[in-house]
């Protein structure tokens, strides 16, 4: 059929571009027909731990045979040891971890396509999809942000501890689904911090002649501009003594606080303030205090001291589920470690590890769900995917099915709708 002269398109391509468009309109309406089936949890908190570099998946939660660097022998660089989960092992440098992973689960199977570049590979594990070049997708924290908001006026929904990153953003939601972000875990955010120089009653003062100034202010109709004025009086609530007293760790215990360990612990101790003042989504990120010289991207001889690392991980780990279950939050804070992909269990030439996204390991603790110690089965060096396979979407469809929110749902990019998990179901044995 020769195209018709008032339109580019042939039949064929005409009808084409019309069921996608039909598909795009139908597919809300679709996502709503399965809402009654849909899997639905009540944790009201996430504190999501980020293992930035590449944790290796086979010397921490999916250990297999022993492996030998020299020879060149591919395995595990560690011995494993038995948890509290029959059948279910870990690397012998998580003792703690191994002693309640009743209340853990380490999902095997997680899988991407990115193997080479770390900043895609983050990108990925943060937004749940691969780079698009037209769409700036929202981070799972600031989706968290967008769909359950904020739990107290006193408190963000979305606290980053951390240095800020693009693909922790909040895309096409819009800059109030963004992060407050921090890196002293001692002083809390610099710029809520009032001057030494400037009093409470002088604050005061400024705030109120703010207040003035804005009532003599035309309504804004630029969206952005509105998103910087509410950035701005959301700083000002949270400058307030409730929301900055989260920030006093030397209140707690002695013993607790070596429990948790050095500034990554801390960091984790103070994610359990926070979830106690009321914020939604923390990312507690494994950024600092790299103790081999390369933190969890181990190449070459960055894997000499790799167990340092894990001990830290699991002094904090394993102190903050504790610590959670005794305040009575766990079952509220669905605690995940992830991480951008893993590592093959072959060798380098220097005795490190390479990168690998077809199998590595994500853990989920607490959250209400129902633990088993390990999902999904890899095969007998951890490199290829054996049995319940589970994709990044599917895992954030998991966490905000944890959260009772709605998995199939549609966002919008202006009019676009936009898959919130990018067609992810979640791990149906984990809700019992």
């Known amino acids: 059929m020769a195209k018709s002269p008032t339109s580019p398109l042939g039949r064929r391509q005409f009808l084409a571009t019309g069921a996608t468009v039909a598909g795009l309109s139908a597919a809300p309406a679709l996502a709503a027909a399965g809402q009654q089936d849909r899997l639905q949890g009540q944790a009201e908190h996430v504190i999501s731990i980020w293992l930035g570099g590449g944790m290796s998946q086979i010397d921490t939660f999916d250990p297999k045979r022993k492996g030998d660097p020299k020879k060149q022998t591919p395995g595990s660089y560690y011995d494993a040891i038995p948890t509290a989960v029959d059948d279910v092992s870990v690397c012998e440098h998580l003792p703690k971890v191994a002693a309640i992973m009743d209340r853990v689960t380490a999902v095997r199977t997680v899988h991407h396509s990115v193997i080479d570049e770390h900043a895609a590979a983050t990108n990925w594990m943060h937004v749940g999809r691969p780079v698009?070049?037209?769409?700036?997708?929202?981070?799972?924290?600031?989706?968290?942000?967008h769909e359950r908001g904020a739990i107290s006026e006193s408190a963000p929904p979305y606290v980053l501890i951390g240095y800020p990153n693009s693909s922790r953003g909040p895309g096409f939601?819009?800059?109030?689904?963004?992060?407050?972000?921090?890196?002293?875990?001692?002083?809390?955010?610099?710029?809520?911090?009032?001057?030494?120089?400037?009093?409470?009653?002088?604050?005061?003062?400024r705030e109120q002649l703010l207040v003035q100034a804005r009532r003599a202010q035309p309504e804004l109709a630029d969206r952005a501009l509105r998103d910087y004025d509410a950035a701005a009086e959301l700083g000002l609530r949270l400058s307030g003594p409730d929301f900055m007293r989260s920030f006093q760790l030397e209140s707690e215990p002695a013993a607790l606080r070596e429990d948790y360990g050095g500034e990554f612990g801390q960091r984790c101790l103070l994610a359990r303030r926070l979830v106690e003042r009321g914020v939604r989504f923390i990312e507690v990120s494994h950024n600092l205090n790299f103790l081999n010289?390369?933190?969890?991207?181990?190449?070459?001889?960055?894997?000499?001291?790799?167990?340092?690392?894990?001990?830290?991980?699991?002094?904090a780990l394993a102190t903050l589920v504790l610590d959670l279950e005794n305040h009575g939050l766990l079952d509220k804070t669905l605690v995940m470690v992830s991480t951008e992909f893993g590592r093959p269990p072959q060798f380098d030439s220097g005795g490190g590890r390479g990168h690998q996204g077809s199998a590595f390991t994500c853990v989920l603790a607490g959250g209400g769900l129902k633990h088993c110690g390990a999902y999904g089965q890899t095969n007998e060096l951890s490199q290829a995917i054996a049995a319940d396979p589970v994709s990044v979407p599917d895992l954030f469809a998991t966490v905000h099915a944890v959260l009772g929110i709605?998995?199939?749902?549609?966002?919008?990019n202006g009019d676009r709708p936009v898959p919130i998990t990018d067609q992810g179901n979640p791990i149906a044995k984990l809700f019992g």
């Open 132 to 145: 698009s070049g037209t769409v700036v997708y929202p981070s799972l924290g600031s989706i968290v942000s």
């Open 173 to 205: 939601l819009g800059a109030q689904h963004s992060y407050l972000y921090l890196t002293d875990t001692g002083r809390g955010p610099t710029g809520l911090a009032r001057h030494l120089t400037v009093s409470r009653e002088r604050q005061q003062r």
């Open 293 to 315: 010289g390369a933190g969890w991207d181990v190449h070459n001889r960055g894997i000499l001291d790799q167990h340092k690392l894990i001990h830290e991980l699991d002094d």
């Open 406 to 412: 709605d998995y199939s749902k549609y966002l919008y």
